[in-house]
């Protein structure tokens, strides 16, 4: 026999859909109506997923007005763009050493007059600093 709640029974008792299977049910009740919202979802996503583009940016993210961005840009415009530098880390037991130094200094120097180079700074070009 069918139960006197008739076909809502389904939706009535406790699942562990979370209550989505309503969604399954009114879709078979309504099966023109969903499959229209279905296609106009489906248009609005297509065309919404056209237009995202990412630059590679990290900062391509925040919001242009968020807080966030903001310092950022102001930290950009106090201080030069690093991220085209290139760091180079010398490690060398003898590096404390007179000619350590001397070779570090060398290195230096020939970095900075190799073609391309429009600055090379390390510990020997620094300039001296007086406390007085």
């Known amino acids: 026999m ?3 709640k008739g076909r809502n029974a389904i939706t009535q008792h406790s699942s562990i859909g979370f209550g ?3 969604i399954g049910v009114a879709a078979m009740r ?3 109506v969903f499959a229209a919202c279905l296609l106009l979802f489906t248009v609005f996503s297509v065309f919404n997923l056209l237009s995202v583009t ?3 940016s990290v900062t391509g993210v ?3 007005k968020s807080e966030s961005f903001i310092a950022y840009e102001a930290q950009k415009k106090d201080f030069r763009n690093f991220s085209r530098d290139v760091a180079i880390i010398v490690r060398s037991p003898r590096l404390l050493t007179a000619e350590g130094l001397s ?3 060398d290195f230096q120097l020939d970095m900075s007059l190799a073609e ?3 600055n090379a ?3 020997m070009a620094a300039p001296s600093f007086n406390a007085e």
Do not use: A
Request: aromatic share 8%; net charge positive; with cysteine.
């Open 62 to 64: 925040l919001p242009k």
């Open 2 to 4: 069918c139960s006197p």
């Open 54 to 56: 990412f630059n590679g």
């Open 30 to 32: 309504w099966p023109i």
């Open 20 to 22: 989505l299977e309503r």
């Open 103 to 105: 070779d570090l200094r």
């Open 121 to 123: 700074i390390s510990v």
């Open 116 to 118: 391309g180079v429009t």
